[in-house]
T-cell receptor
Framework: KQEVTQIPAALSVPEGENLVLNCSFT??????LQWFRQDPGKGLTSLLLIQSSQREQTSGRLNASLDKSSGRSTLYIAASQPGDSATYLC???????????FGAGTQVVVTP | EPEVTQTPSHQVTQMGQEVILRCVPISNHLYFYWYRQILGQKVEFLVS????????KSEIFDDQFSVERPDGSNFTLKIRSTKLEDSAMYFC?????????????????FGQGTRLTVV
């Protein structure tokens, strides 16, 4: 059974620092992995999707890496801003019908 | 930019009542999903739907739940007799393709959610 874990559960950094968010999964047989942002009481905003054949995916200040064999993905957010404060979720897709299995998220606070 | 739309944003219902949560997926998407998030817990998969059929469902999705695509644009989740433990945020999602089937973008797009409160 696939288990997805995100460490740390919470993170506070001063503005301008780079953020490093970790995601691990127990079964390496995945199709892809998706990172989301969730603001309090709101929906999930897709940030990046990284295919199992990729090592890295970039969008603006965001960069996601994937090491499928070791069951790890890392989301890097460069030069953090207070607007980056949110909960970041990773989810893996191990199933051909597209079901996502989520981690519990990392709550990020960027202080001015 | 296309988006998934959910209504209502918040629904309060009495225990035992039926509720219908509504979603309008992105128009060219073929695969539809419902997830839920109980306060303070992980987002959990409920059901996936393709070609007017359930393709997969979780253990949570018991006989009290049903899904339907009543027309070409809406996708609904019905809970027949709500329980206190059904209180959660319910998210609808859609994608062009699921993962290992066919071609197309597998990225899932989520709606803003419906907060269901059962009292």
């Amino acid at each position: 059974k696939q288990e997805v874990t995100q460490i740390p559960a919470a993170l506070s950094v001063p503005e301008g620092e780079n953020l490093v968010l970790n995601c691990s999964f127990t079964d390496s047989a995945i199709y892809n992995l998706q990172w989301f942002r969730q603001d309090p009481g709101k929906g999930l905003t897709s940030l990046l999707l990284i295919q199992s054949s990729q090592r890295e995916q970039t969008s603006g200040r965001l960069n996601a890496s994937l090491d499928k064999s070791s069951g790890r993905s890392t989301l890097y957010i460069a030069a953090s801003q207070p607007g980056d404060s949110a909960t970041y979720l990773c989810a893996v897709r191990s199933d051909s019908w597209g079901k996502l299995q989520f981690g519990a998220g990392t709550q990020v606070v960027v202080t001015p | 930019e296309p988006e998934v739309t959910q209504t209502p944003s918040h629904q309060v219902t009495q225990m035992g009542q039926e509720v219908i949560l509504r979603c309008v997926p992105i128009s060219n998407h073929l695969y539809f999903y419902w997830y839920r998030q109980i306060l303070g817990q992980k987002v959990e998969f409920l059901v996936s739907f393709y070609n007017n059929e359930i393709s997969e469902k979780s253990e949570i999705f018991d006989d009290q739940f049903s899904v339907e695509r009543p027309d070409g644009s809406n996708f609904t989740l019905k809970i027949r007799s709500t329980k206190l433990e059904d209180s959660a945020m319910y998210f609808c999602a859609s994608s062009e393709a699921p993962a290992g089937r066919g071609t197309g973008n597998t990225e899932a797009f989520f709606g803003q959610g419906t907060r269901l409160t059962v009292v």
